[in-house]
């Protein structure tokens, strides 16, 4: 092939923008760790291999020249050169420009816009946290060449770039080309030559790769014979007592795309009635797209050691955050992804592991707190959907559940520790929900309960105005929402010994909260004496059929819910505010003073005054007549 001809089969195409970014990004960070590059490379590849191997279960043809997958690292000193190279799938024309110029993976760009907002030091961390995928090569290269033969395929094609916006492609050789699979060479900057050494290498691949369920061989010059780094046998097959630590984090991030260590690692062989292996983690920091509503799990399904898919549903939607793999022999290897979301074998599975990581997890809780906590703090949001999701194991769930209240401090507390200090004549466990802590901390709706030593909890994520609500019970106790119906104080004495009787409005009180009633009709289905406050002069909550008004402000947020229903607005016939209004003639400052109470109330939870301008002319009036009478 001449030099034109060459010229003319060569495309040059530009990087989707996003790539762009990342490869500035990769090229400029500081990061010192670079040879996570390696790992990504030896994934891609082992990837392409589990690939062949699935394909060539329909379609013996695409291994028919017996060749077993593997992957081979060979280096060159001289040329300074490190290839990956792979007898896998092997990736088409159209396959390399789809997969080398795009960014397909989610949580990608989440990922990018965290590292960008991070100061200098803790982007480099993040990189580190997280898998950067094929583009991590541009760390150490400044020239990547990828030659490719798709598995039975008749032709070859070669990707060329220098990460720096554009990338070419053009037909290989069939000579130069690998019979089958991915060949990727990286031609290594001047600072990234210890790449070449062998020693180097080898050490990195058995820290990083030792798992990979491929084997692994490296050569030291071009041509030279191979030895072998790693045979490719699955960790998950071999007893408990063979594996240490290191081997369990090292197959964690080979199968997260993680660098943190795991929190919890589960490993159990399941016998009886369905025979499977499971090696599951519970990941030691949060997922960039843990919060992706479409996010499904990421456990890896093999039947007999051949990897099946990572889209089958092996947990529930509250365990997504797991990491893992399932390799079971009762699956017959040739079922189709399709079929398998319907498999009663797959549905008992499920139940299975989720049971083991739920006992997993109650353990962990006991015999270390503070670690269970960390997982909670990352994840407890997530598991606690199983509340309203998972009915039949509830129970188990609620006792998993921490949460923060008036007496927890920067502490957790669990269901079991409230029940414990419940106190006499106590029926329920009180919630207070709300996005924002320290709010929720000053909410007058507090006041009685506090004035009691009662404790109430402090349900501050959007999942706890789904399940908290639809009244679950823990240990026999009914869950109740402090800011909703008439609060059920009357036989829990006040912690100071003062009565407990409910107070009685007196008759000017009395005649305010009608009158307050009829001016507020708009706003309010009814204004009454509380019980729940001791030092404000009013407060809202929600009247005892209507939702809770946390959950109400949710729906309206997310456009599902139109009208919102009217709150009760409460008054504390004891403060002393309320007592000289009563005491008032003047028609107007008492309307005044109605409508102020109730937005100080909308102000205290959260809400805005329900016409701000209409407040502020009525503060201001306040405002007046008070420094006159001065
Ligand atoms: P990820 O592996 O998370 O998908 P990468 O950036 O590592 O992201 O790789 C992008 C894509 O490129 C892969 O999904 C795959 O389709 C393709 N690819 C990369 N390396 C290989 C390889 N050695 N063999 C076949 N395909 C590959
Ligand atoms: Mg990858």
């Known amino acids: 092939m001449t030099e034109t001809t060459l010229e003319k089969d060569t495309e040059q195409h530009r990087f989707e923008a996003d790539v762009s970014r990342l490869l500035h990004m990769m090229v400029h960070s500081v990061y010192s760790d670079k040879q996570v590059f390696l790992r990504e490379l030896i994934s891609n590849a082992a990837d392409a291999c589990e690939k062949?191997?699935?394909?060539?279960?329909?379609?013996?043809?695409?291994?028919?020249?017996?060749?077993?997958?593997?992957?081979?690292?060979?280096?060159?000193?001289?040329?300074?050169?490190?290839?990956?190279?792979?007898?896998?799938?092997?990736?088409?024309?159209?396959?390399?420009?789809?997969?080398?110029?795009?960014?397909?993976?989610?949580?990608?760009?989440?990922?990018?816009?965290?590292?960008?907002?991070?100061?200098?030091?803790?982007?480099?961390?993040?990189?580190?946290?997280?898998?950067?995928?094929?583009?991590?090569?541009?760390?150490?290269?400044?020239?990547?060449?990828?030659?490719?033969?798709?598995?039975?395929?008749n032709d070859a094609w070669q990707w060329s770039s220098d990460g720096k916006g554009s990338f070419s492609v053009q037909p290989a050789e069939l000579g130069d080309a690998p019979a089958r699979g991915t060949r990727v060479i990286l031609h290594l900057m001047e600072d990234a030559k210890n790449f070449t050494s062998k020693w180097t290498v080898e050490r990195i691949i058995r820290e990083q790769s030792g798992h990979v369920p491929v084997p692994i061989r490296i050569a030291e010059k071009p041509g030279e014979e191979p030895t072998s780094i790693s045979d490719g046998s699955a960790l998950w097959t071999k007893p408990k007592g063979d594996i240490s630590e290191a081997d369990y984090t090292d197959f964690y991030r080979g199968v997260s795309g993680q660098y943190d260590d795991p929190d919890l690692t589960v490993h159990f062989r399941a016998e009886g009635r369905n025979e499977y292996t499971a090696l599951a983690f519970v990941p030691g920091s949060q997922p960039f797209d843990l919060s992706d509503p479409d996010r499904k799990g990421r456990m890896k399904l093999y039947v007999r050691r051949v990897f099946i898919t990572d889209d089958a549903e092996l947990l529930p939607r509250y365990l997504r955050f797991m990491r893992g793999i399932v390799d079971t022999s009762d699956l017959p290897l040739n079922i189709s992804r399709e079929m398998i979301q319907d498999s009663p074998?797959?549905?008992?599975?499920?139940?299975?592991?989720?049971?083991?990581?739920?006992?997993?997890?109650?353990?962990?809780?006991?015999?270390?707190?503070?670690?269970?906590?960390?997982?909670?703090?990352?994840?407890?949001?997530?598991?606690?959907?199983?509340?309203?999701?998972?009915?039949?194991?509830?129970?188990?769930?609620?006792?998993?559940?921490?949460?923060?209240?008036?007496?927890?401090?920067?502490?957790?507390?669990?269901?079991?520790?409230?029940?414990?200090?419940?106190?006499?004549?106590?029926?329920?466990?009180?919630?207070?929900?709300?996005?924002?802590?320290?709010?929720?901390?000053?909410?007058?709706?507090?006041?009685?309960?506090?004035?009691?030593?009662?404790?109430?909890?402090?349900?501050?994520?959007?999942?706890?105005?789904?399940?908290?609500?639809?009244?679950?019970?823990?240990?026999?106790?009914?869950?109740?929402?402090?800011?909703?119906?008439?609060?059920?104080?009357?036989?829990?004495?006040?912690?100071?010994?003062?009565?407990?009787?409910?107070?009685?409005?007196?008759?000017?009180v009395q005649t305010f909260i009608a009158f307050a009633k009829e001016k507020l009709a708009?706003?309010?289905?009814?204004?009454?004496?509380?019980?729940?406050?001791?030092?404000?002069?009013?407060?809202?909550?929600?009247?005892?059929?209507?939702?809770?008004?946390?959950?109400?402000?949710?729906?309206?947020?997310?456009?599902?819910?139109?009208t919102a229903e009217k709150p009760v607005l409460e008054i504390n016939p004891n403060s002393e505010l309320i007592q000289s209004l009563a005491g008032?003639?003047?028609?107007?400052?008492?309307?005044?003073?109605?409508?102020?109470?109730?937005?100080?109330?909308?102000?205290?939870?959260?809400?805005?005054?329900?016409?701000?301008?209409?407040?502020?002319?009525?503060?201001?009036?306040?405002?007046?007549?008070?420094?006159?009478?001065?």
């Open 584 to 630: 008032q003639g003047d028609e107007a400052l008492r309307s005044d003073a109605a409508w102020l109470l109730l937005d100080e109330a909308r102000i205290l939870d959260g809400d805005k005054p329900s016409n701000p301008r209409l407040f502020a002319e009525r503060l201001s009036r306040l405002f007046e007549r008070a420094l006159k009478e001065h």
């Open 522 to 562: 708009e706003e309010v289905a009814d204004v009454r004496v509380s019980s729940r406050l001791t030092d404000s002069a009013a407060c809202l909550v929600a009247s005892d059929q209507a939702l809770d008004r946390q959950l109400e402000r949710i729906l309206q947020g997310a456009g599902r819910l139109q």
């Open 52 to 153: 062949l191997r699935y394909e060539a279960i329909s379609d013996p043809g695409l291994m028919s020249d017996g060749e077993a997958p593997q992957i081979l690292i060979s280096l060159d000193e001289e040329q300074r050169r490190l290839v990956v190279e792979d007898n896998g799938i092997g990736m088409s024309h159209d396959e390399l420009i789809e997969a080398l110029g795009t960014i397909a993976r989610s949580g990608t760009k989440a990922f990018m816009e965290r590292i960008e907002a991070a100061k200098s030091g803790e982007g480099a961390e993040l990189i580190g946290q997280f898998g950067v995928g094929f583009y991590s090569a541009f760390m150490v290269a400044d020239k990547v060449d990828v030659i490719s033969r798709k598995a039975a395929g």
């Open 345 to 508: 074998i797959l549905a008992s599975i499920r139940k299975g592991l989720t049971g083991r990581i739920l006992t997993a997890l109650e353990k962990l809780a006991e015999s270390d707190a503070e670690k269970f906590a960390k997982i909670w703090e990352h994840f407890g949001s997530v598991i606690k959907e199983g509340l309203y999701d998972d009915f039949e194991r509830r129970g188990q769930l609620l006792g998993l559940t921490r949460v923060r209240s008036t007496v927890s401090g920067e502490g957790l507390r669990s269901l079991a520790d409230y029940v414990k200090d419940m106190k006499d004549g106590q029926k329920a466990i009180y919630y207070l929900t709300g996005a924002n802590l320290e709010q929720l901390k000053a909410s007058p709706q507090l006041e009685g309960y506090r004035a009691r030593g009662v404790e109430v909890l402090f349900l501050t994520d959007a999942v706890d105005s789904f399940w908290a609500p639809n009244a679950p019970e823990f240990d026999g106790k009914p869950f109740r929402s402090i800011t909703q119906g008439a609060a059920d104080l009357d036989e829990i004495a006040k912690a100071d010994g003062t009565s407990n009787e409910p107070s009685e409005a007196s008759a000017d």
